[in-house]
T-cell receptor, first 108, second 113 residues
Framework: AQRVTQPEKLLSVFKGAPVELKCNYS??????LFWYVQYSRQRLQLLLR??SRESIKGFTADLNKGETSFHLKKPFAQEEDSAMYYC??????????FGAGTRLTVKP | DGGITQSPKYLFRKEGQNVTLSCEQN?????MYWYRQDPGQGLRLIYY???????QKGDIAEGYSVSREKKESFPLTVTSAQKNPTAFYLC????????????FGEGSRLTVL
């Protein structure tokens, strides 16, 4: 069963424009949600986690339990943000499931 | 250099052959994972292990097998029963104190000829 949904496979914005990468999840318990990023020729790495309520590289994500969403946002996209982004859900102690990913392209 | 090491990076196999992908970590992490990455499908969990000598099936375990005899090693065998084995395979680990943070290897690309 698909637990994490990223509806956009591709997303393209211009430099300086706001960007939002969507993520919805299905889980009846208390979810732990994350965003992972994979830059070109680099390993997949953690970008941010909802529990930390942090902003990393200008990105933020708010957990909305009512809408079961965890969208990733940045007010002004930069070219170096171009990458593959994965939303991930952790439940049942160390069981981590990923969405299909969204490829973000930031055009100059 | 600490981290996760996967080998080989590229592997070719004939149909009907089993092949084993290696994953080693020196991060002293308890949990290790194997994912399969296909275009448009993201990462799908094959197997994961929370502790030595224990592992659980993920969403697509059929045709795969694993072992966890040592904390630092979690090899994945792609058996001949796996109907569509050509893919990119990623290994990851996580430890206590890194809640939810998975550390990934560089991946292994398996091609079945």
């Amino acid at each position: 069963a698909q637990r994490v949904t990223q509806p956009e496979k591709l997303l393209s914005v211009f430099k300086g424009a706001p960007v939002e990468l969507k993520c919805n999840y299905s889980y009846s318990g208390s979810p732990e949600l994350f965003w992972y990023v994979q830059y070109s020729r680099q390993r997949l790495q953690l970008l941010l986690r909802h529990i930390s309520r942090e902003s990393i590289k200008g990105f933020t994500a708010d957990l909305n339990k009512g809408e079961t969403s965890f969208h990733l946002k940045k007010p002004f996209a930069q070219e170096e943000d171009s990458a593959m982004y994965y939303c991930a859900l952790s439940y049942n102690n160390n069981d981590m499931r990923f969405g299909a990913g969204t490829r973000l392209t930031v055009k100059p | 250099d600490g981290g996760i090491t996967q080998s080989p990076k590229y592997l070719f196999r004939k149909e009907g052959q089993n092949v084993t992908l290696s994953c080693e970590q020196n991060l002293n992490h308890d949990a290790m994972y194997w994912y399969r990455q296909d275009p448009g499908q993201g990462l799908r969990l094959i197997y994961y292990s929370q502790i030595v000598n224990d592992f659980q099936k993920g969403d697509i375990a059929e045709g795969y097998s694993v072992s966890r005899e040592k904390k630092e090693s979690f090899p994945l065998t792609v058996t001949s029963a796996q109907k569509n084995p050509t893919a990119f395979y990623l290994c990851a680990s996580s430890g206590q104190g890194h809640t939810g943070e998975l550390f990934f290897g560089e991946g292994s690309r398996l091609t079945v000829l």
